[in-house]
């Protein structure tokens, strides 16, 4: 909430898209969680041993999924460093994602 509240305040132009069109509303918040991150990283324990591209990752160690960095990549996003109101598809990661994810 305080991230969509911050990005209302520092752009005037989206500020008043959103409010001239309040279906616009849901795509803000997909926007603002895939901009602003709520947190920068998610830590997962390995349930098992397992390789990903050649690199072993032995069960129970600890793996860091850097949040902020798979919300601004290039292959997933179409001009990842702009806030979009545009974005079709927006596979943000700010709450996780497999099991377990944010439920809330």
Known sequence: LTNSVRYLTEDKLTQEAVRQDLSLVPVFVEETLRYYPPVQAIGRTAAEDLDIKGVRIAKGSTVINWVASANRDELKF??????RLD?????????????PFCRC
């Open 87 to 99: 974005r079709k598809s927006n596979p943000h990661m700010s709450f996780g994602f497999g099991i």
């Open 78 to 83: 179409d001009d990842p460093d702009s806030f």
